[in-house]
């Protein structure tokens, strides 16, 4: 979708390891629409007649008559469309440009007029007064990204912003409901994922592109995809995928409302943890930059895929003396056949040895390289804020889990080529 600036055609590389395709080979970065960028100028003029001000493609919703009953005449509120992802290309080559060109401007028209701002970055909210919300759980955190819906974190910004001490961290207003899908929604929603895995509702803006025959080659996991558009902000929202789950047994079902992704089938509580993960960890870098939910799936899986094959304490106990002379016994019985085969047996263990010692040589180079171009991106990320980048951290992140998963030199191979991708995000038009 375009607010969500979708991460360019590094997607590709990224997550071929676990099957996913999410976009053709080669499609340019160009060729993805960003969002409008914010004319911040126009927004300060607005501000002379306004105390609310909705840039074009802004797409956060909120409360309008309750937000407007907190303002006080000092306080005016800019809804701004996503920023898009920083870089090269985008609206913005880095958070020092992005932070001169709307933060600083925003922040000397405050010292001149003595007013203060509360903006809205997509679904970020923050304030002139140093202060930003989050969803303080679950339940809020779909309410943002699935009904795209700030009123409590705007409620709870400005009243900073008033000096005024809130016990609560939101409003008193009744919550959307989310209701179970009815019969008949099931299963029309079966019918279009028994036609097509992957099924792109109309009046998705955020296309999801996957292949769920390379992830099940990759991952053994059996998934199938709704994604649906952005949620009504006032209206019941349906809960599909645990029914859904319960009439494809042993498969994943994942749907997505707007930027929210329901998960159920197979091992549900690793899915339910890779889920929570990736909002977490991507939680400030999408909320203002924009989700993209092919990415977003990407790093549910590859994090579910982890859960399910590294345990710790995974390791086997140390063998007993009685075990060990029960392995034993039969050697030491055929110890004259061994000795007569002894010198075949020598020369093959020899050429596998060597075989052995050569891939060893192979990996070690191989992931020195990986590792160095890790080390390289994070370092970047540092130095531009990436913490707030939320494409290059996924890319970093997924090329430190891969890493640590990678046991041949093609796989670092891979490994390292993910995070020279990341790096290029990173690169401003200088070529630094």
Request: glycine content about 8%.
């Amino acid at each position: 979708m375009s607010r969500a600036a979708p991460l360019l055609v590094l997607l590709a590389t990224v997550f071929t390891l676990l099957g996913i395709s999410p976009m053709p080979a080669g499609r340019a970065a160009a060729e993805e629409p960003l969002p409008p960028k914010l004319d911040v100028a126009a927004a300060l003029r607005a501000f002379e007649t306004q105390q609310i001000y909705r840039a074009p493609g802004a797409v956060a919703y909120f409360d309008t008559e309750l937000i407007r009953r907190e303002l006080t005449p000092d306080i005016r509120v800019l809804i701004a469309p996503f920023t898009g992802p920083m870089g090269e290309g985008g609206n913005y080559a880095s958070h020092d440009e992005h932070f001169d060109q709307v933060y600083d401007q925003l922040m000397r028209w405050s010292e001149r007029t003595g007013n203060k701002w509360v903006r809205v970055e997509g679904l970020h909210v923050s304030s002139s007064e140093g202060v930003a919300a989050s969803p303080s759980d679950l339940a809020e955190l779909r309410r943002v990204t699935a009904r795209y819906d700030v009123t409590d974190l705007l409620w709870l910004v400005i009243r900073h912003a008033k000096g005024v001490q809130t016990a609560s961290g939101s409003p008193n207003r009744p919550a959307a409901p989310v209701v179970p899908a009815t019969p008949r929604q099931l299963t029309e929603l079966e019918r279009q994922l028994r036609e097509e895995p992957v099924y792109n509702a109309p009046g998705r803006d955020d296309p999801v592109e996957l292949s769920v025959e390379r992830i099940r080659e990759r991952t053994g996991l059996r998934v199938r995809v709704a994604a649906l558009p952005v949620a009504d902000p006032n209206g019941p929202m349906a809960h599909y995928a645990r029914p859904l789950a319960r009439r494809f047994p042993g498969e994943v079902v994942l749907v997505a409302h707007g930027g929210w992704l329901e998960v159920a089938g197979a091992h549900h509580d690793e899915l339910v943890s890779a889920r929570d993960y990736a909002y977490g960890r991507y939680e400030g870098g999408s909320f203002e930059q924009g989700i993209t939910m092919t990415d977003r799936i990407g790093t549910v899986l590859l994090r579910a895929d982890q859960l399910l094959t590294e345990h710790p304490f995974g390791r086997p106990p140390p063998r007993t003396s009685r075990q060990l002379i029960g392995a034993l016994a039969p050697w030491l019985v055929g110890g004259s056949a061994v000795v007569i085969g002894g010198t075949a047996l020598l020369r093959t263990l020899l050429r596998r040895a060597r075989r052995a010692r050569a891939d060893r040589e192979a990996l070690r180079e191989a992931g020195a390289e990986a590792f160095a171009e890790i080390a390289e991106l994070g370092r970047r990320l540092l130095d531009g804020d990436g913490g707030r980048d939320a494409a290059a951290a996924e890319r970093h992140a997924t090329a430190t889990t891969l890493f640590e998963q990678a046991h041949t030199p093609a796989a670092m191979a891979e490994v390292r080529d993910i995070a020279a991708q990341g790096q290029r995000l990173l690169r401003e038009e200088r070529g630094s």
